[in-house]
């Protein structure tokens, strides 16, 4: 089954204490990023990636790093995670833009940042 | 700045109302133009897309959205709803030739049975 797997779905930290959320596709999908969703916000991207070790940054970066090593895996890394990084993520991924284009998205994670 | 607007953020119809959800976008390039649905508890997913051709285009569940250029809009649309068709909806956009998307602030539909 195609799919886009988040892990963990929950995540409850403190201040400081790094951490690393896993995103992983099996569809071979040269394009992947992460969003996250806020109250009256909607999705926000942070970091995306266009293939193996090319990542830019979206709209709001700040506080967070990607790496892309592998096609398959892109994780999102908090090396000092502060409170208002308590959000819902989202990893995508896509095939490149064309006709077929279209996000496929995982199911979340909800961190909170004590 | 790029920005995607949604007028609503809450609605609420009767089943067998008719459905018009607004989207705005500022953007200088050609963009491609996108509606996301999210169902309680489920992924996000794809409800319609334009890249080019027709500015009226048709979706699942019997959704559709029309790309009017002049106006920056791609405005949602179904005659029907359905109790079914709960859920948050999403516009999104991003610039042809980039992976750049921003999406709205989403819009909960609710309803009522």
């Known amino acids: 089954e195609a799919q886009v797997t988040q892990n963990p779905r929950y995540l409850i930290t403190v201040t400081g204490k790094k951490l690393t959320v896993t995103c992983s596709q099996n569809?071979?999908?040269?394009?992947m990023s992460w969003y996250r969703q806020d109250p009256g916000l909607g999705l926000r991207q942070i970091y995306y990636?266009?293939?193996?070790?090319?990542?830019d940054k979206g709209d709001v970066p700040e506080g967070y790093k990607v790496s892309r090593k592998e096609k398959r895996n892109f994780p999102l890394i908090l090396e000092s995670p502060s409170p208002n990084q308590t959000s819902l993520y989202f990893c995508?991924?896509?095939?490149?833009?064309?006709?077929?284009?279209?996000?496929?998205f995982g199911s979340g994670t909800q961190l909170s940042v004590l | 700045a790029q920005s995607v607007s949604q007028h609503n953020h809450h609605v609420i119809l009767s089943e067998a109302a008719s459905l018009e959800l607004g989207c705005n976008y500022s953007?200088?390039?050609?963009?491609?133009l996108f509606w996301y649905v999210q169902y309680p508890g489920q992924h996000l997913q794809l409800l319609l897309k334009?890249?080019?051709?027709?500015?009226l285009v048709k979706g699942i569940k019997g959704f559709e959205a029309e790309f009017i250029k002049s106006k920056f809009s791609f405005n949602l649309r179904k005659p029907s709803v359905q109790w079914s068709d709960t859920a948050e909806y999403f516009c999104a956009v991003n610039a042809q030739g980039t992976y750049k998307y921003i999406f709205g602030t989403g819009t909960r539909l609710k309803v009522l049975a």
């Open positions: 334009y890249f080019s051709g027709d500015p």
């Open positions: 953007y200088g390039g050609t963009v491609n």
């Open positions: 995508a991924s896509s095939t490149k833009q064309g006709w077929d284009e279209k996000l496929f």
């Open positions: 569809m071979n999908h040269e394009y």
């Open positions: 990636s266009m293939n193996v070790e090319v990542t």
